[in-house]
């Protein structure tokens, strides 16, 4: 039974944790854009310098500010979100590695599939997106 | 874990929102509660139990399987 007291609004602590994450996530996500964006135009990575392993790993600084931002933002929600939070990244992380031990069978089986990395990635990302999106439901 | 915490939120005219502002948790987390889906760690139970000036054991009821081993 619901009745006007059971709105679904978030609260306003609910915005003001939101807004906070937002504020810290945001900024690493564009600088990550931008180092990814240098690394491709410049980074020469299909070249033979020395240096291309140096822009190889360049967007790994930003992509530190993001998980910097996300550690930050479990210490501020409370223990149920962090519940949620937990079996939506297991949810990711599973499907991360059956995909990764997939294409380690397949590469075995004499399959090359090329970007095998960001198969696993996008696989995990996937995985998480769903999860999340299921346990936040129930 | 059984509780009634909607009834005791309902009777001050609160909404999920203005409850979890007060408890410092999220209105999703307040959801959980009182659908049952969610049993409280002990800081947040006793924050329920000083907001509404009643014991812990007058808001949450053990289920039978609760109490056996």
């Known amino acids: 039974m619901t009745n006007k007291l059971d709105s679904s609004d978030r609260s306003e602590g609910d915005r003001a944790r939101s807004r906070a994450y937002q504020l810290e996530f945001w900024p690493g996500i564009l600088a990550y854009a931008v180092v990814l964006t240098g690394v491709l135009l410049w980074g020469d990575l299909e070249g033979d310098s020395p240096l291309r392993f140096l822009w190889a790993v360049l967007p790994v600084i930003p992509a530190l500010w993001i998980v910097r931002a996300v550690l930050r933002h479990v210490g501020r929600i409370d223990d149920y979100q962090r519940v949620l939070l937990l079996q939506a990244l297991g949810g990711g992380f599973a499907v991360a590695m059956i995909a990764s031990v997939t294409m380690a069978f397949l590469e075995i089986a004499g399959l090359t599939v090329p970007g095998v990395g960001w198969i696993i990635y996008s696989a995990g990302m996937l995985g998480w997106i769903i999860t999340g999106a299921v346990v936040g439901r129930q | ?69």
């Open chain 2, 1 to 69: 874990m059984k509780n009634n915490l909607r009834a005791l939120r309902e009777d001050r005219g609160w909404t999920q929102g203005a409850l979890a502002d007060q408890l410092g948790v999220s209105r999703q987390t307040v959801n959980a509660l009182e659908t049952g889906r969610y049993d409280p760690a002990l800081p947040l139970a006793f924050r329920i139990a000083r907001l509404f000036a009643q014991p812990i054991e007058s808001i949450f009821t053990p289920e039978d399987s609760n109490l056996h081993p």
